[in-house]
């Protein structure tokens, strides 16, 4: 995966919430970075990571809103191997900050381009905007990427319906990987 193998990937968890998706890289060995503007969630994800027996490997934990942390990281140099991203539709920074996501999403992307490693793995997007479509967060992702030899594929994220087979929309979701 790295080019030597005893570094490890660097894996960014934005609007990370209880931290499961943290928690799954934390697990399969990557330097965990995980952001989101409330306390109460970023608590859920520490208790998350203690009932889980992960507390020997250590997280970075930040509550900021994810703009602001992003330029900051831009100046400071960190870069990324890993990116997942699940915005609200809409929400608020530790400070008020207001997030739009069909206002900021291009803010947000051109700032996650400044924090890619040289080699990214996958940058993974999720959007609750339902009524903007699956195809269009593709093709805002795959702009994004297009310095990156990789593919973008699009979908929904969807619950079955058990009694009759349906599938519910939830969210869409656009996935980078590097090819
Ligand atoms: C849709 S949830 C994320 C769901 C989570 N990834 C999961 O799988 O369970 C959105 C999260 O974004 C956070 N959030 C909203 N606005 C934010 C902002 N401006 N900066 C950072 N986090 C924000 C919320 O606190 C919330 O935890």
Same mark, same amino acid.
């Given at each position: 995966?790295?080019?030597?193998?005893?570094? $490890?990937?660097?894996?960014?968890?934005?609007? @990370?919430?209880?931290?499961?998706?943290?928690?799954?890289?934390?697990?399969? #060995?990557?330097?965990?970075?995980?952001?989101?503007?409330? $306390?109460?969630?970023?608590? +859920?994800?520490?208790?998350?990571?203690? *009932?889980?027996?992960?507390? /020997?490997?250590?997280?970075?934990?930040?509550? /900021?809103?994810?703009?602001?942390?992003?330029?900051?990281?831009?100046?400071?140099?960190?870069?990324?191997?890993?990116?997942?991203? /699940?915005?609200? $539709?809409?929400?608020?920074?530790? !400070? @008020?900050?207001? +997030?739009?996501?069909?206002?900021?999403?291009?803010?947000?992307?051109?700032?996650?381009? !400044?924090?890619?490693?040289?080699?990214?793995?996958? *940058?993974?997007?999720?959007?609750?905007?339902?009524?903007?479509?699956?195809?269009?967060? #593709?093709?805002?992702?795959?702009?994004?990427?297009?310095?990156?030899?990789?593919?973008?594929?699009? #979908?929904?994220?969807?619950?079955?319906?058990?009694?009759?087979?349906?599938?519910?929309?939830?969210?869409?979701?656009?996935? +980078?990987?590097?090819?």
């Amino acid at each position: 995966m790295k080019d030597h193998p005893s570094q $490890k990937v660097k894996f960014l968890n934005l609007f @990370g919430y209880t931290g499961v998706a943290s928690l799954f890289a934390l697990r399969a #060995g990557a330097e965990v970075t995980h952001v989101d503007a409330s $306390k109460q969630t970023l608590n +859920w994800g520490k208790e998350n990571q203690k *009932v889980s027996g992960l507390t /020997d490997l250590p997280m970075r934990v930040i509550e /900021d809103d994810v703009i602001k942390f992003l330029e900051r990281e831009v100046k400071r140099g960190n870069k990324y191997d890993a990116i997942i991203m /699940d915005p609200p $539709k809409y929400g608020r920074g530790p !400070k @008020g900050e207001t +997030w739009k996501i069909e206002e900021m999403l291009p803010k947000l992307l051109s700032q996650v381009q !400044k924090v890619l490693s040289d080699k990214p793995l996958f *940058v993974i997007l999720t959007s609750y905007a339902t009524d903007s479509s699956p195809l269009s967060l #593709g093709y805002a992702l795959e702009q994004a990427m297009k310095n990156f030899r990789g593919e973008t594929e699009v #979908g929904e994220l969807c619950l079955l319906e058990k009694s009759n087979k349906r599938n519910i929309s939830l969210a869409n979701t656009a996935v +980078w990987s590097a090819k």
